[in-house]
Antibody, heavy 120, light 107 residues
């Protein structure tokens, strides 16, 4: 069974940086695309970024483009999200998700989520 | 971006009721639609993909239908464990978007 475990988030000052990790197990990580999805407190879900299985295709939501960088290490079964120039509106629970299916894919398995708070 | 609009925002129904949630896309997305269930403090759980395909392990009382711009999620006989917020999500474009959610409450 697929298992995804995000690293701890934390409190970051506006303008600061944070790197999230997601450790994958229970499936062949290198065969699947992965994504990050976030949820601001009390709000709905927002897709953040996508990376293909090989890392050759990467997409970002407009709200994070130029500030966030997604990457993966298939040898370590790990997904990453480097977040720079953080803003208060980036405060959210961040989920990593195994992305599958045809076309641009849906989110078949999710991690437990990690809270990132951007505040001074 | 494709906008996804769910209705209603909240619904209250009794155990055993048939419940339907609607999701409307701002442009045609074919059948590239998924439905998720989220309980408070938990990660979302995939229920339906490709508009009508039931994810493995999901109870058969859940079903999805629709194509193009109009979709629905139906719970044939509402159970206490179904109290949750439900989201639709399109994956017709790289900028995947979610509906705003429908909170289902048990009377």
């Amino acid at each position: 069974e697929a298992q995804l475990v995000e690293s701890a988030g934390g409190l970051v000052q506006p303008g600061g940086s944070l790197r999230l990790s997601c450790a994958a197990s229970g499936f062949t990580f290198s065969s699947y695309s992965m994504s990050w999805v976030r949820q601001a407190p009390g709000e709905g879900l927002e897709w953040v970024s996508y990376i293909s299985s090989s890392g050759s295709a990467i997409y970002y939501a407009d709200s994070v483009k130029g500030r966030f960088t997604i990457s993966r290490d298939n040898a370590k079964n790990s997904l990453y999200l480097q977040m720079n120039s953080l803003r208060a509106e980036d405060t959210a629970v961040y989920y990593c998700a195994k992305t599958t299916g045809s076309y641009y894919g849906y989110f078949q398995n999710w991690g437990q989520g990690t809270l990132v708070t951007v505040s001074s | 971006d494709i906008q996804m609009t769910q209705s209603p925002s909240t619904l209250s129904a009794s155990v055993g009721d048939r419940v339907t949630i609607t999701c409307r896309a701002s442009q045609s997305i074919g059948s590239w639609l998924a439905w998720y269930q989220q309980k408070p403090g938990k990660a979302p759980k995939l229920l339906i993909y490709k508009a009508s395909s039931l994810e493995s392990g999901v109870p058969s009382r859940f079903s999805g239908s629709g194509s193009g711009t109009e979709f629905s999620l139906t719970i044939s006989s509402l159970q206490p464990d179904d109290s949750a917020t439900y989201y639709c999500q399109q994956y017709n474009t790289y900028s995947r978007t979610f509906g705003q959610g429908t909170k289902v409450e048990i009377k």
